[in-house]
């Protein structure tokens, strides 16, 4: 069995296509991870979310140690067993939760300590305790714990941020390595820090290195600094992390971010945009966003996306959706999660294919045009 | 094509097993309609309801009618089209709603005049506004427009109310055969009232039968008389009714109602305890209902009932819906849903094969031994 082997089939310009070979399952990339944050891929059953084409899914550490907790999860066989779901698993490190979450009450070198935003209870963080965590999980990919600061943190305090997250990550890898059967079959990603700052990012970036990782996230990005600035980040960023293993960019994000990202050499991404767009009445479509609660769409008799080949495009109308969304109807949930999911899924397999036909810039061009308007990509 | 063709393929004391024929579909009875209130049976794709074993659902006229509207849905190619359900659908009248859920503004010889629950707009439903909503919706089974007073009234206000509502029955009837080409491919049910009084349950079931109709419900029952006051009138009401024409008890019910009511020989039922109960932490098992939010099945790694075969039961523990149901995870009504509907049809499969049996007294007494403890009946 494979533990972890990246292969890169094609390349286009900065942008590659390739898989990565795991125990569970192959991941195509580059590759869109749907989030399932509290063990569900929310509003969908775990055979859609394949259906739909994902070969992996993120799970979060910050919302499963506190609901149901890491030991429950373990006792009850592991996240696989627990949701039925048979592929692999990323889960992120808990982090940036923690900061965007929970009511910090104690920050150290040591890790994090924090009130939960569900009951108040107190917890605490640490490179140790995210990697145990993550391993009592059944995590298939392991994301090291870091520290996440704001962009707009004067330039020192992103310097001693990310130098922290450094020494984190040697010490996630350490606790990572110490968990050895677990470590025999699974892979560890580290996390780039160090903002918006191609100085800092490269420093990031050595450090990581120097520790070895299955491969490397660019972390930090997506946090309001808007599309000029991350593209601006992703022009070098990626290039300074080793071009063999898979460059994961947390967090991202809206389609034009992906098609963008991808062009800069960007191979796995995770978001809650198309679960929670879903939620809200909001459709992803190859001609834009549509806000399905639109009184326009009350007797439009047409699918929501025209070209799109899922089962829900190939159902039921715009007309339909609106009704469901407008009455609160958990289906409305279900059908327009489903197809987002649908919509992300088929972005990447067009990406994929465009970078193996050396089309890719086409293909962008012309999504960019055709795709007109955006809501904002969020985490979870 | 077959209009409505009920064939009674087996016996078992009064109660029967059979089939109705209708072109879009035969409803094996007794048969279990799950409730698709607004356009949908709540947190189900249509073809997880077919495949649960559902030949027939229930659209709610009433809040058919308020949201998208009846006009709204033929325009858009009728009920079928518009929820992507393609097997026959019964519309009930409205009657119930309009007393239970809207403010009354008026009440006559014509009709009824009400305000919306949703926004307070004005509305009114008469025999043959609801006649003519039912076949705007495309209804295959239609309900003629009846009075419901509640069972503790006295006998005259209740024999008035019968009365009225058999005058609207002969209106309701007449009002379905003015729509010619939807008469021609569907069918209508005449509803018995009389509350708990054997006389005036025996004068609205001749009345009815002098006008003639497809099928004969059982009405305004279900309404909080209570199991024991239920069955007594159930021990003579469906034997004032035809024999050769299905029987329809509705609202019901609990699965040892369904039980009671099938051994005195009603065919059909419908009730939106599965659905309802499935939203809010409830499974019905073979064992009995559970309510999934107790703490007790937090480490339960068994299945919801161990003697399903149905998919949610296959694929996830106790613990895992208990963690959905707890963190309010649509995942969690979805699951739950979908087992209880599973649960009711299966209950109505064995049922039919009990009376094909001959055994279905053996049956219905394990059943009711075995099932211990139910939560109540309610209706949409």
């Not at 990565?20 to 944050?37: D, L, S």
């Not at 070895?212 to 930090?220: E, L, P, R, T």
């Not at 599309?227 to 293993?245: S, T």
């Amino acid at each position: 069995m494979t533990r972890f082997a990246f292969t890169i089939q094609a390349t286009d310009g900065r942008a590659r296509t390739g898989a990565i070979a795991m125990e569970r399952g192959t991941i195509r990339t580059p590759a869109f991870m749907p989030v399932g944050t509290a063990a569900t891929v929310k509003a969908m059953k775990p055979a859609d979310v394949v259906a739909a084409g994902a070969d992996i899914i993120l799970g979060n550490t910050y919302h499963l140690m506190l609901r149901p907790g890491a030991e429950r999860v373990e006792r009850l066989g592991g996240l696989h067993a627990f949701m039925g779901w048979d592929r692999p698993i990323l889960t992120d490190s808990g982090g940036y939760q923690v900061m965007s979450l929970s009511e910090l009450t104690k920050r150290s070198e040591d890790g994090v300590a924090f009130k939960s935003h569900l009951d108040g209870t107190r917890h605490m963080l640490s490179p140790e305790r995210s990697i145990d965590i993550q391993r009592r999980l059944g995590s298939n990919i392991v994301m090291a714990f870091d520290e996440l600061v704001p962009t707009t943190t004067p330039r020192e305090v992103q310097a001693a941020a990310m130098e922290r997250s450094m020494r984190w990550a040697k010490r996630s890898r350490d606790a990572f390595d110490s968990g050895e059967e677990h470590a025999a079959h699974n892979a560890i990603f580290g996390i780039q820090q160090g903002a918006l700052d191609e100085g800092l990012r490269k420093s990031s970036a050595d450090a990581l290195i120097d520790i070895g990782f299955d491969g490397y996230a660019v972390g930090g990005l997506a946090v309001g600094e808007g599309q000029e600035a991350m593209f601006a980040c992703l022009d070098y960023a990626p290039q300074q992390l080793p071009a063999d293993r898979p460059r994961y960019l947390m967090g991202v994000g809206k389609p034009t971010d992906i098609v963008g990202a991808v062009e800069r050499g960007i191979d796995m991404f995770d978001c809650v945009l198309p679960t929670r767009s879903g939620r809200t009445g909001q459709a992803f479509t190859r001609g834009g966003p549509l806000n399905l609660r639109n009184a326009r769409f009350s007797e439009d008799r047409g699918p929501l996306d025209p070209e799109c080949p899922c089962p829900v495009c190939a159902t039921w109308s715009r007309a339909y959706l609106h009704h469901l969304v407008r009455s609160g109807e958990i289906l409305g949930a279900m059908l327009m999660t489903e197809h987002n999911i649908r919509f992300y899924e088929h972005l990447m397999a067009d990406l994929r294919a465009a970078i193996t036909d050396g089309t890719l810039a086409s293909f962008a061009n012309t999504f960019r045009v055709r795709y007109a308007g955006e809501t904002t990509g969020e985490r979870a």
